[in-house]
């Protein structure tokens, strides 16, 4: 079963989950390594690196970001204001943080995403390769990222076989096939704890193929967090739910976020509210890395707050709501497609710990479905067939 849904962390001071910090010290433009681009050309790779000031811990977790723009928009880069802003946030929760540049290409190819998941690699053998000095718990490297970032942090979290070098499968083809690349600090392990997916999928609106779920494996069995905006208009949805779908069916801790008509990376300055979307990706993120970092075996329970179970998933005509944490209490059901149509809007009350749902009259499809008792929410995909 594929769980979404959120933590509520109490107003109290708490590493890894509230600001414990009041400030980050910035170290900028750190060379984590070089590689030949496009153009045959050598390019240095730059990191931007935060962290608490006054942090006495010897090991803390990482977070390395990667910047988006298509893996073609030299106009983005590790120095966006939203990017700047979550990565301080991080930090003053006690994480380091580590927001990377990368090879950019002239077109969505497999040279350009095997480029930059060879580059993301080297970041993370870079912070092996330097654990004291950077004061890093090298089992609790993250890598996340935006966009063609996000496909990034899935590359370099996942390929780990010459054969899934191949994809996508975009000409021009990379003329370096190997899982590792070369842009430096080789004999360390590029493997990461966790992935985090901002608005990323499997392709583009276009078609154009980014990722193989097959990479997604249960050994090794990195965590994947998961967050997408229901009106994105360049990578869909379903794209990203493609994932989330893979994840579950081989047992990779997952957790699924839509934000509900929201675009492709909502918090991107200064799109409207972006930053209210900002906030949420935070609030979304970090019970999420709280929990990876807890070494929890399941990323779903430590999130559940309602102890729901929804079936029969896939479902024909009815489908039953079962818990005895809101037995007797007042629930809002919705259900939405995911084109972010609301199709079903009610107060319920599950009585004998069970709640039945006529959905019959639903067109076959996806629809997520969210339940709100109090503070408390629980999301789910449903299938009806």
């Known amino acids: 079963m ?5 933590l509520s962390v109490k107003s109290f001071a708490q590493r890894y989950l509230t600001p414990v910090f009041s ?18 050309n050598t390019q240095n790779l730059l990191l931007d690196f935060y962290e608490p000031t006054g942090d006495i811990a010897t090991e803390r977790p990482l977070v390395i970001y990667v910047h988006g723009g298509g893996f073609i928009d030299t106009n983005q880069s590790k120095n966006l204001v939203h990017i700047v802003a979550f990565s301080d946030s991080m930090a003053r929760r006690g994480y380091a943080v580590a927001c990377i540049n990368y090879r950019l290409d002239t077109s969505i190819s497999n040279r ?3 480029n930059a998941m060879h580059d993301a690699k080297a970041a993370v053998r870079f912070f092996k390769s330097n654990r004291t000095t950077c004061k890093i718990d090298t089992s609790l490297i993250f890598i996340g990222g935006e966009s063609a970032g996000a496909i990034t942090a899935m590359t370099t ?3 780990n076989k010459t054969s899934e070098v ?3 499968p975009s000409s021009p083809q990379s003329t370096n096939v190997t899982v590792e690349g070369n842009s430096g600090n080789p004999g360390f392990s590029s493997q990461t704890k966790a992935a985090l997916c901002f608005c990323g999928g499997t392709k583009t609106v276009l078609n154009e193929l980014l990722f193989d779920t097959s990479a997604i494996e249960i050994n090794p069995n990195p965590s994947l967090l998961i967050i997408h905006g229901t009106n994105d208009p360049l990578i869909t949805t379903s794209s990203s739910l493609n994932l989330a779908i893979r994840a579950n069916n081989v047992g990779v801790p997952n957790l699924f976020y839509p934000m509900y008509g929201a675009t492709h990376c909502p918090w991107f300055f200064p799109l409207t509210d972006s930053w209210k979307y900002l906030d949420t990706l935070i609030d979304y993120t970090v019970p999420f890395l709280y929990a ?3 070494n929890s075996t399941n990323i779903n329970e430590v999130n559940k707050i309602l102890d729901v179970n929804i079936y029969p998933n896939p479902a024909k005509n009815t489908i039953n709501i079962v818990s005895k944490s809101i037995d007797n209490k007042s ?8 084109d972010n149509k609301l199709v079903y809007n009610k107060k319920e009350i599950i009585n004998g710990s069970k709640l039945s749902i006529d959905v019959a009259n639903l067109m076959s ?5 969210k339940l709100t008792s109090g503070e408390e929410y629980f999301y789910e995909k449903i299938i009806i067939q």
């Open 331 to 338: 629930i809002t059901v919705t259900i939405t497609s995911l």
């Open 166 to 168: 191949l994809y996508s």
């Open 23 to 40: 400030s980050t010290t910035v170290s900028s433009n750190i060379q984590y390594g070089s590689s030949t681009n496009y153009r045959g």
């Open 2 to 6: 594929l769980l979404l849904s959120l």
């Open 292 to 294: 990876c970092v807890q």
């Open 365 to 369: 499809g996806a629809y997520i479905i």
């Open 157 to 159: 979290t996942y390929i």
């Open 112 to 114: 350009a995403v095997i």
